[in-house]
């Protein structure tokens, strides 16, 4: 079963592929995600790791572990809250 681990506090330089060999000594990685701003295109420090077995064996031997010179948080993933859709976009809105 596909399990979706949070990966918080990440240095801003990591890469995928490291996301990827960090997690993969503990089972087998599907994917891992850097999120970054839209905009900038940046890191904003946090990742997702999709994995098929030992998601529990990361989370245990990672969570707290260092990567670079950042203690990192790792948990499984919770399920994306609904937001309300065009929340403060009418403040932009031009009035014609």
Known sequence: MLKKLYVGN???DATADELRELFSAHG???SATICT???TGASRGFA???MVEGAEEAIQALN???LGNRSLTVN???PREDRPSGAGRDRYARTN
Do not use: H, S, T, Y
Request: cysteine-free; overall charge neutral; glycine content about 0%.
């Open 64 to 66: 707290q572990a260092r």
């Open 48 to 50: 997702f790791v999709e």
């Open 10 to 12: 990440l240095p801003f």
């Open 28 to 30: 087998r990685v599907m």
């Open 37 to 39: 701003d839209r905009e």
């Open 76 to 78: 499984e993933a919770k």
